[in-house]
Structure formats: structure tokens, C-alpha cells
Antibody
Framework: QMQLQESGPGLVKPSETLSLTCSVSGGSIATYFWNWIRQPPGKGLEWIGYIYDIGRANYNPSLKSRVTISVDTSKNQVSLKLSSVTAADAALYYC???????????????WGKGTTVTVSS | EIVMTQSPATLSVSPGERATLSCRASQSVSSNLAWYQQKPGQAPRLLIYGASTRATGIPARFSGNGSGTEFTLTISSLQSEDFAVYSCQHYNNWPPLTFGGGTKVEIK
């Protein structure tokens, strides 16, 4: 059973870049779509984007100009970078795996517990 | 972007009672809808996909229904471990994938 563990600085300064890592254990990250999803306090979930294989990424249009998702297959890790953060980016950030079922299924069947990011100077 | 709206925001239910949660899409998503359960400090859990198919290991007291723009998640007899936040998510005509704001099921 795959397990996901998010990690990274819990505090980021405004205008700086948020960097998080998702470590995957119990299986290879190859052949899966890996997603980042966030949840601001008291709000619903927001899909940030996914990566499939090296360099094949797709982002939420609302965040596209600031987001980069990458994968390190040698470390079995997925990374998220979000630039120019503001208080609106404070949230619980989740890493999640898309189901292996093909089109049209795009739901997440394995999730990490999330990591909280605060934006403050 | 397809907007997902869940109601009510909070549902107060006694253990053993039935809970019905609603999710509405701003345009048709066919049956491309999933439901998740969230508890504090835990990873979200997939309950339902394809609007009505239970995920592996999900008890039969959870059922999903609907298509197009109107969906429901029903918990037939609430157990203590079912008190949580439930969110719906579409996967039709994206990006972006979008989620509802969630319904919190609390003990009455």
C-alpha cells in the first residue's frame, strides 16, 4: 500500500517561494499522476496541479503563472514550488495520487496527511 | 470552471440516523463525480467515484447517487467514526478539477 508524506517549511515569508516535497513509499512513482491539492483554513479543497512522468505537468489556470511541480524518480519524490506567496496561499497542502484507472476517471485514491503552511513575515 | 456547491454546510445528526448530503455542479459533469471523507490529522479518504461506485473497503452504508448536476451522498446509519467533513469533486471537462466547499457532519 503506497503511503505519501508531505514535508517542507511550515512558515514562508510573503513574496517568497513555497517549496514542499512529497515522499512516496510502498511503490514506484512511475506511471502515476501526482497531484498537489490545498485547503485554506475554513475553506474547500483547491486542486493546484499534477505531474505525470518527467516534464508532463498541468496546472490550475488560477495558479499557473506561479506553480511548478516536478518529480525526482531516483528519490521517489514529487515537489511543489509556488512563487510570490501571499497570505492567501496559507493552507494545508496535500499530495495525492490519481487512480490508475484510465480516462475519464480522475479522482484521488491515495492521499498524504498534509502539511500546514503559514505565510507571515 | 465548473463550480461545485455543497449543502448544507453543517448537518447535525444523531448516531444511527440517516444523513443525506447534496452536491450541485454549475454545469453537467455526467457521472464524473467523487466523494471524499476528511478527518482532522488524517489523510482524506476516497468514498465514491463515478457518482455511485464505492471505493475499495468502503462500507455499504455509504451510497452515492445522481448524474448531470445533482448528486447526493447518503450514510444510511451514522456510526461514531462517520462524523467528519465530506467533499465532492468533479472530473469532467477540466482543468481545473474543482471541489465543493464541504459538508461537516456533526453529532446532534
Amino acid at each position: 500500500q503506497m503511503q505519501l508524506q508531505e514535508s517542507g517549511p511550515g512558515l514562508v515569508k510573503p513574496s517568497e517561494t513555497l517549496s514542499l516535497t512529497c515522499s512516496v513509499s510502498g511503490g514506484s512513482i512511475a506511471t502515476y499522476f501526482w497531484n498537489w491539492i490545498r485547503q485554506p483554513p475554513g475553506k474547500g479543497l483547491e486542486w493546484i496541479g499534477y505531474i505525470y512522468d518527467i516534464g508532463r505537468a498541468n496546472y490550475n489556470p488560477s495558479l499557473k503563472s506561479r506553480v511548478t511541480i516536478s518529480v525526482d524518480t531516483s528519490k521517489n519524490q514529487v515537489s511543489l514550488k509556488l512563487s510570490s506567496v501571499t497570505a492567501a496561499d496559507a493552507a494545508l497542502y496535500y499530495c495525492a495520487r490519481r487512480t490508475a484507472r484510465g480516462f475519464p476517471y480522475y479522482y484521488m485514491d491515495v492521499w498524504g496527511k498534509g502539511t500546514t503552511v503559514t505565510v507571515s513575515s | 470552471e465548473i463550480v461545485m456547491t455543497q449543502s448544507p454546510a453543517t448537518l447535525s445528526v444523531s448516531p444511527g440516523e440517516r444523513a443525506t448530503l447534496s452536491c450541485r455542479a454549475s454545469q453537467s459533469v455526467s457521472s464524473n463525480l467523487a466523494w471524499y471523507q476528511q478527518k482532522p490529522g488524517q489523510a482524506p479518504r476516497l468514498l465514491i467515484y463515478g457518482a455511485s461506485t464505492r471505493a475499495t473497503g468502503i462500507p455499504a452504508r455509504f451510497s452515492g447517487n445522481g448524474s448531470g448536476t445533482e448528486f447526493t451522498l447518503t450514510i444510511s446509519s451514522l456510526q461514531s467514526e462517520d462524523f467528519a467533513v465530506y467533499s465532492c469533486q468533479h472530473y469532467n471537462n477540466w482543468p481545473p478539477l474543482t471541489f465543493g466547499g464541504g459538508t461537516k457532519v456533526e453529532i446532534k
